[in-house]
């Protein structure tokens, strides 16, 4: 069974400060697929990110960077100099990843983020 | 390039009545799921189609839900006689298949919020 952990229910940053959201999974599957969605308080889930579990590269795109570490089974996201637009709740979720699977979501708990002016 | 619309964005529904929710996934996207998202949760896979087919339901789907893709296109998610714990968020998410057999993200529509009283 797969499971998704994300221990932070809710971080309160100011603006600017640097925030670092946890993510730790558990899968018996060998390969899967792990991502990032927000959740603005408009509701709508917004996709932010995929990583293939082959591939353990750190990404960044602009004030966003992600840290997949295998050995400790986490996908870690950082938001640098955050602003109040980044306020919103924040899932991680989990797919298995092989040839014809149902690519199924296991979504975590959430975290939500709360950036004060 | 539109996104996934669906309607009714909320509904009000005494507890024994019937509801229908409807999904218009992104036109060239063949995969289609439906999941739920109680307050202060992350959303809970329910069901999922490839183009047409239903190819797996969770065990959160009782008998009083049924989902259907007819020709592939829109789904619609039928609750019957439903009860207050059927109050929840009710999101549709459409993805790609490739050729290869393998799934791309989700993307996610706006949600329906169902509210039984």
């Known amino acids: 069974a797969q499971k998704v952990t994300q221990a932070q229910t809710e971080i309160s940053v100011v603006e600017k400060e640097d925030v670092t959201l946890d993510c730790v999974y558990e899968t018996r599957d060998t390969t899967y697929y792990l991502f990032w969605y927000k959740q603005p308080p408009s509701g709508e889930l917004v996709f932010l990110i995929r990583r293939n579990s082959f591939d353990e590269q750190n990404e960044i795109s602009g004030r966003y960077s992600w840290n997949f570490q295998k050995s400790t089974s986490s996908f870690n996201f950082t938001i640098t100099a955050s602003q109040v637009v980044d306020s919103a709740v924040y899932f991680c979720?989990?797919?298995?990843?092989?040839?014809?699977?149902?690519?199924?979501?296991?979504f975590g708990g959430g975290t939500r983020l709360m950036v004060k002016p | 390039d539109t996104g996934v619309s669906q309607n009714p964005r909320h509904k009000i529904t005494k507890r024994g009545q019937n509801v229908t929710f409807r999904c218009d996934p992104i036109s060239e996207h063949n995969r289609l799921y439906w999941y739920r998202q109680t307050l202060g949760q992350g959303p809970e896979f329910l069901t999922y189609?490839?183009?047409?087919?239903?190819?797996?339901k969770s065990r959160l789907l009782s008998d009083r839900f049924s989902a259907e893709r007819p020709k592939g296109s829109f789904s619609t998610l039928e609750i019957q006689r439903t009860e207050q714990g059927d109050s929840a968020m009710y999101l549709c998410a459409s993805s790609r298949r490739t050729g290869g057999g393998y799934g791309y993200e989700q993307y996610f529509g706006p949600g329906t919020r169902l509210t039984v009283t």
């Open positions: 979720a989990l797919s298995e990843a092989e040839y014809n699977a149902g690519n199924m979501l296991t």
């Open positions: 189609f490839q183009n047409e087919a239903q190819l797996e």
